[in-house]
C-alpha cells in the first residue's frame, strides 16, 4: 500500500511516498481502509524526531495519527464493527510505527467509533485527536460545568474549535484568542469573547470583564501564553496545558489545580461526540482537504502555526 513515511529524523525533507506492506488485523484489531487522515501539529513533531525520547518508535514511521474510512477486515474476537462499516478513530499505538498516512491501518477496535452520519470522510478524518483532547482536558481534568466561566487559548485551531463548542454545550461563557482572521469563525464556533492576541494584552482584557477570575483556563499555546493564565484562574479553578509538560511546577505557587492532559484514544468517549454531531450540537471544523501526495506542504501549513480548524489528506 501506499504511505508517507520516515526512514529516520530529520528536517520535513526526509518525509516522502513508500511502498510498504498492507498489515493484517490481530486478535481484538479491525483493519480500516482509510479514506481521509487527518494532519495534526504532532506529525511534523514526530517526523522531526521532536518526541523520539518520549515516545518508542521503529522505522520505516508511517505518520498520522488520525482516520476515517472504512472497515476493510475484522479480527478475532472483535464485537461491533462489521465490514464495511463507516467509522473513525484516532490511532496512536504504545509504539510508533503504523500510521494513518497509508492506505490501511490495523488498529484495536475499542479506539474506533461509528463515523457521524451527518459528515463526510474529510469532515469526520478532522475529529478525533483534537476533539478527544478538548473533551478530556475540559470533563476530564478541569470538571467544567455548566455555568462555569473559561478562558481558551488558540480558539481557531483544531482543539480550539471543539473546546470552544463543548465549553458552550456545557453553557459556559467563553473566552478566546485569536488573529482577526478569524473572529468571525470562532464567533460561529459560540465564543462569546474574542481577542487578538497579536493587538491586545489578552490577560489584561479578561481581568477587566472578570475581575473575580475564571473557573477554568485551557492552554492551548503553551509558553508566555501560558505564565500569562495562571493568575486569571479563581481560587481553587482549574488550568489545563495540552503543550507545556511542567505546568504542575510552573504553577505552582497559585492556589489553583494545573495538570497536563496528553489525549488517550477512547472509542466510546468518540461515539459521544459523534452522536453530539448527528444531533446538531457540535458542528466539524472547518476542513481543507489535500491529497495524500501533498503530505509535506499539509506538515508545513499546520507548523507555521495559523491554521483555522484543520487539515486532513485525502487518501482513498
Ligand atoms: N497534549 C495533547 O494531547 C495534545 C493534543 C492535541 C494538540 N496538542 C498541542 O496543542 C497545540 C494546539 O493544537 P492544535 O491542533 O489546536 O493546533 P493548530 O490547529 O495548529 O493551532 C493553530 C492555531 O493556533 C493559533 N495560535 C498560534 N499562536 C497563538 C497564540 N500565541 N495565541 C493564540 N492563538 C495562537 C492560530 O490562531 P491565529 O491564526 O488566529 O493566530 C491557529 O488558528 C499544539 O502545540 C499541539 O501539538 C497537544
Known amino acids: 500500500m501506499k504511505a508517507v513515511v520516515v526512514e529516520h529524523f530529520g528536517g520535513l525533507e526526509e518525509v516522502k511516498m513508500a511502498d510498504v506492506p498492507k498489515p493484517s488485523p490481530a486478535k481484538g484489531e479491525v483493519l480500516i481502509r482509510i479514506r481521509d487522515a ?55 499505538k504504545q509504539v510508533v510505527r503504523h500510521g494513518t498516512f497509508a492506505e490501511y491501518i490495523a488498529l484495536d477496535a475499542k479506539y474506533a467509533a461509528i463515523k457521524p452520519k451527518s459528515l463526510n470522510f474529510a469532515e469526520a478524518a478532522a475529529i478525533p485527536l483534537v476533539a478527544l483532547t478538548a473533551w478530556q482536558s475540559l470533563f476530564g481534568f478541569a470538571r467544567l460545568k455548566e455555568g462555569d466561566t473559561c478562558f481558551i487559548s488558540a480558539g481557531a485551531g483544531g482543539v480550539g474549535s471543539f473546546a470552544i463548542q463543548f465549553a458552550k454545550w456545557k453553557k ?101 461526540i459523534a452522536g453530539l454531531i448527528d444531533q446538531g450540537a457540535i458542528k466539524p471544523a472547518h476542513t481543507e482537504e489535500l491529497k495524500l501526495e501533498e503530505a509535506v506542504l499539509a506538515l508545513k501549513k499546520v507548523k507555521a502555526g495559523h491554521t483555522q480548524g484543520k487539515i486532513v489528506l485525502k487518501v482513498s
Open 172 to 272: 459556559a461563557t467563553v473566552y478566546t484568542t485569536a488573529s482577526s482572521n478569524h473572529h468571525g469563525y470562532v464567533k460561529s464556533l459560540g465564543a462569546d469573547h474574542v481577542i487578538d492576541y497579536n493587538k491586545e494584552d489578552f490577560a489584561e482584557a479578561i481581568m477587566k470583564h472578570e475581575p473575580q477570575g475564571l473557573d477554568v483556563v485551557y492552554d492551548c499555546v503553551g509558553g508566555s501564553t501560558l505564565r500569562a493564565s495562571f493568575p486569571l484562574v479563581k481560587k481553587g479553578g482549574s488550568l489545563v496545558s495540552i503543550v507545556n509538560f511542567n505546568v504542575e511546577e510552573l504553577g505552582k505557587s497559585y492556589p489553583i489545580r494545573t495538570g497536563f492532559v496528553f489525549v488517550a484514544p477512547n472509542g466510546e468517549q468518540l461515539a459521544t
Open 38 to 92: 487527518g494532519v495534526n501539529p504532532v506529525d511534523w513533531k514526530i517526523g522531526e524526531g521532536a518526541l523520539k525520547d518520549k515516545m518508542p518508535h521503529e522505522f520505516p514511521l508511517i505518520l498520522g495519527w488520525d482516520a476515517a474510512g472504512e472497515i476493510a477486515e475484522v479480527g478475532e474476537g472483535v464485537k461491533g464493527f462489521k465490514v464495511g462499516d463507516a467509522v473513525f478513530a484516532y490511532c496512536r
